[in-house]
């Protein structure tokens, strides 16, 4: 399998790098204490062509491919993970349902504005009692009138609450059969849908510039075309669209542990301990070694399965083995990033403390560690 990266994948690359150590890397400290959220700047990623990355031009995007993405979101992570994962949900997430099966309408409403930057869509699965167990959700819609009345509460939604949120697509059961079993579909809420609760931000430990809510449906009406694709398709829909985000965060991952290995190596060559530089003790060239290793491995298994996605061959098992990979092996190269830095590593002075504490949530969202054993094993035929 060829997985070099093109002169295209180069100059996305660059650009991204470019763009974001003199746009973001000097604000994305103070971003994260104040949890702020920078809109501009994911306007001006939209101008940049990165929103529309991978989608077709037809809808305002540049008709790249999955691996322009990774590259893309590696650099963003590599300097601010907040930044990233706006991105990627927007790209990997409620861009691709739409995509995949918006009507034409759909896409021209909620797609176009989005790809250019003008806009942010948010996917809402998690509830309060349901993450892992997407068929145990219990927000439902049912139709009255030519429209979806929508109950429930859905939790943890990125992009749900920015200045720049336009929709959430929610998923929601709209039915079932008598065996108990759940027909769930996904329906486009517009933000300032009557009935749609925002709640207020989270206080996370890590990506803190990253806009995520609680949100409440109390009766919360949409015309009956707001569902998305088929009646009772959405658990399809979203697991579909969710094995290319995993590629998509492991890609992040990747970023991080990149990172981790710039910034401890640039460290251990100056820093003296007993009489010489820390990157002469065995001890410290070994930590170095194995995020060496870490990156390569996690970034071949990304890779692969981008090129998998590109090349519309399967990629279930190889997104999950790479989201699982490059996760775990993130929290270890920050981990030991932080242990290189030593006391300065603990301080919200170095960027590393900051890394440390983004890189948990990798192994959580858009399925834990467990959920891609899990599908891993089955894919495995277990
Ligand atoms: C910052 C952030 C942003 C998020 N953004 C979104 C978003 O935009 N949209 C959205 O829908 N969700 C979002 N989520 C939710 C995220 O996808 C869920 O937190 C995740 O899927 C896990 O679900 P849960 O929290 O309910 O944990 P649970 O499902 O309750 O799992 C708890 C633990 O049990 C384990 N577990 C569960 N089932 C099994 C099993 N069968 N075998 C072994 N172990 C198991 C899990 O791996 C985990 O370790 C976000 C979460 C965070 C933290």
Redesign the pocket.
Known sequence: MDIALSDNHLMIQRTVRDFAASEIAPYSAQWDEEGHFPAHIIAKLGELGITGLIFPSKYGGSDGDMLSLVVALEELAKVDSSVAITIE?LTS?SGPLLLHFGTEEQKQKWLVPMLQGKTIG?????EPD????ARGITTSAVLVDGHWAINGS??????SGSSMTDFIIVAAVTGGDEAGKKEISNIVVPKDAPGLTVGSSYR?IG?RA?D?HPLFFEDCRVPEGNLLGERGRGLAQFMKVLDGGRVAISAMAVGLIEVSLQMSLAHALKRRAFGKPLSDHQAIQFKLADMAVSVDLARLATYRAATLVDQGLPHKKEAAIAKLFSSEAALQAVDQAVQIHGGLGFMEDSPIARFYRDAK?LT????????QR?IIARELGC
Not at 122 to 126: E, H, I, M, S
Not at 130 to 133: E, K, L, M, R, V
Not at 154 to 159: E, F, L, R, V
Not at 364 to 371: K, N, P, R, V, Y
């Open positions: 949900v997430l948010a996917f809402a699965l998690t349901t993450g892992s167990d859905k939790s943890y939604i990125t992009n996370k990506w990253s995520t949530v959580i969202g858009e399925g834990t560690s467990e959920i899990m």
